[in-house]
């Protein structure tokens, strides 16, 4: 069989080694004018197919500017029950599709996602306010997933290999462990799905995420109940096309359902419900731990595919390259607003070069333009919501309590009604709590050290175990730092990013400890078997 070969989608790069770069925001900024005509509609849930209607509405605005995205329906258990009730049904004629029918099915999703990039990408950035290059990039991401997986699956033959024990003419009076037989023994080795997958998406990644969780499950033979985010950070028109999509596509009906509601409805039925055989879920680690301990707690063993967010250090070495780590340290904390949960949020600086690191980072993040995300060059667009200003503000009233603020730390005023503020920068104890705590938002912690020890201590002193970057020309500190860092995904010298932006095919995006469950990453050639269960069956003759 011959393997194929994967290839990133890379947008962006291709239109600027091109030298095509105009032409890339022409086709974004078109695709602007055309996700506007999508704006004010109703749009119904989809449960096998066919579109259903609830009572209560909800109204989802951007963060922007607070237009009116559209009025989406508010699914409760009840709807969630006829999902999982659909879904199920499903699968038992889903399960026995071939493998490489099923790879053919999404390599087509990725084509009609290729083909549609620039309009999602748009409603992307007024759903959660990315700049048009995060957005590409995302849904890049969303179609890289799609067809890695399926190339993944394809070589893997499905998860299915084949073994056998001839004939023995020895004769023996009682069966025992390593007995002979005088029949051969054939066995199938292989991977079988288990169900139902409840997909839980997140508002920072809605179609990369939620594409690449939804592939697992799919592709590997189970069917999903998708609810897309839907409290005061919505992404549900995103999550309304993914569905689309897929259904143009060919998926069939019931395989992939589309329910929109809360989180406390429509997501905690999905945990509590015994037709449901597992979760994929990336948010909170109480959110994530709180699904594990119920659901465990009613006696139902889910298969739990989490990843919980991180608290993501970065340390920059007396032997670093200033330039490199500026520039990677500035754009991991501060692109998308520190909304990622890969976003350097902690810096450890030696003490040597501390003053001088502090004037270039704050000198970098001066020229980052903020405002309004849809325009070309914007590199910071608004917050997400009002509790994720509030938590930004808490956070630099912390700063200055308990430190003091190096950079930043106010509301921008512009003539647009979303939340947008300032990267910041601050200087505070290691033990405080803006040091531990996920806080999702551009505040940058800078503590200094005096020895590499001493900033491995620190690095790994959190409950956290995601990403993690260094910066050091020094042969024996890298080394150290690979051995003994406690993250999943860890960078070295890179200067596009010093903790964000793993490349499907490239690296795995994986975290430790508290960070996730599994230990097995996005973009793995280990990820596809977290969603199925291994069986031998062997048959006599």
């Not at 080694?17 to 109703?42: I, S």
């Not at 009076?173 to 292989?190: D, Y």
């Amino acid at each position: 069989m011959v393997r194929s070969e994967f290839k990133n989608e890379y947008t962006y790069r291709r239109f600027v080694e091109a030298g095509k770069e105009e032409d890339f925001d022409a086709l974004f900024d078109a695709a602007v004018v055309e996700a506007k005509h999508l704006f004010g509609k109703t749009h119904p849930i989809y449960i096998e197919g066919k579109p259903v209607e609830t009572q209560d509405k909800i109204k989802e605005l951007s963060p922007i500017d607070g237009a009116i995205i559209g009025y989406f329906q508010k699914g409760g258990r009840g709807e969630a029950r006829k999902a999982i009730e659909t879904a199920k049904a499903a699968f038992w004629t889903w399960k026995k599709v071939d493998y490489k029918e099923r790879s053919t099915l999404f390599r087509k999703a990725a084509e009609i996602f290729s083909r549609n990039k620039f309009l999602l990408s748009a409603i992307l950035s007024y759903e959660n306010g990315k700049s048009r290059y995060e957005s590409v990039g995302e849904v890049d991401e969303a179609i890289d997933f799609m067809r890695y997986y399926a190339i993944d699956l394809e070589n893997n033959k499905g998860y299915t290999r084949r073994t056998m024990e001839r004939e023995s003419t020895a004769k023996v009076s009682a069966g025992f462990q390593g007995a002979p037989s005088s029949r051969s023994e054939k066995v199938t080795i292989r991977m079988e799905p288990m169900g139902v997958f409840g997909v839980i998406a997140p508002f920072n990644f809605p179609v990369s995420i939620s594409v690449g969780m939804s592939t697992g499950a799919m592709l590997t033979g189970n069917t999903v109940v998708f609810k897309p985010s839907a409290s005061d950070s919505m992404t549900l028109l995103t999550g309304l096309k993914i569905y689309e999509y897929l259904k143009e596509a060919g998926i069939p009906d019931g395989v992939f359902n589309y329910v929109s509601g809360p989180g406390s409805e429509v997501g905690d039925e999905l945990v509590v419900n015994k037709d449901v055989s597992g979760i994929v879920f990336t948010g909170s680690r109480a959110v994530g731990t709180g699904m594990i301990t119920k659901s465990y707690g009613l006696g139902q063993q889910k298969a739990f595919i989490i990843e919980m967010g991180g608290k993501n250090p970065a340390i920059v070495s007396k032997n670093a390259n200033l330039d490199h780590a500026i520039q990677g340290i500035a754009s991991a904390a501060f692109g998308f607003d520190g909304q990622k949960c890969s976003a350097c949020s902690r810096v450890y600086v030696h003490e040597s070069i501390k003053e001088e690191f502090i004037s270039r980072l704050i000198e970098k993040v001066r020229t980052f333009k903020i405002g309004n995300p849809l325009q070309k060059d914007v590199y910071m667009g608004p917050l997400i919501s009002e509790n994720a200003y509030k938590t930004y503000i808490d956070a630099i009233d912390k700063a200055k309590k308990f430190g003091r603020v190096l950079y930043g730390g106010n509301r921008v005023s512009n003539d647009l009604h979303g939340f947008y503020v300032e990267p910041a920068i601050a200087e505070v104890m290691h033990q405080n709590e803006l040091v531990k705590k996920e806080l999702f938002v551009p505040v940058l912690t800078v503590e200094s050290f005096r020895s590499f020890a001493e900033a491995l201590d620190m690095a790994n002193d959190v409950e956290y175990g995601l990403t993690a970057g260094l910066y050091s020309e020094n042969r024996k500190e890298i080394n150290e730092f690979m051995d003994k860092i406690q993250a999943g995904t860890v960078y070295i010298n890179r200067e596009t990013s010093a903790t964000t932006g793993a490349v499907v095919g490239l690296h795995t995006f994986v975290g430790w400890k508290g960070s996730s469950v599994g230990g097995k990453g996005s973009g793995s050639k280990f990820y596809l078997q977290q969603f199925m269960r291994e069986q031998s069956l062997s048959v006599s003759k």
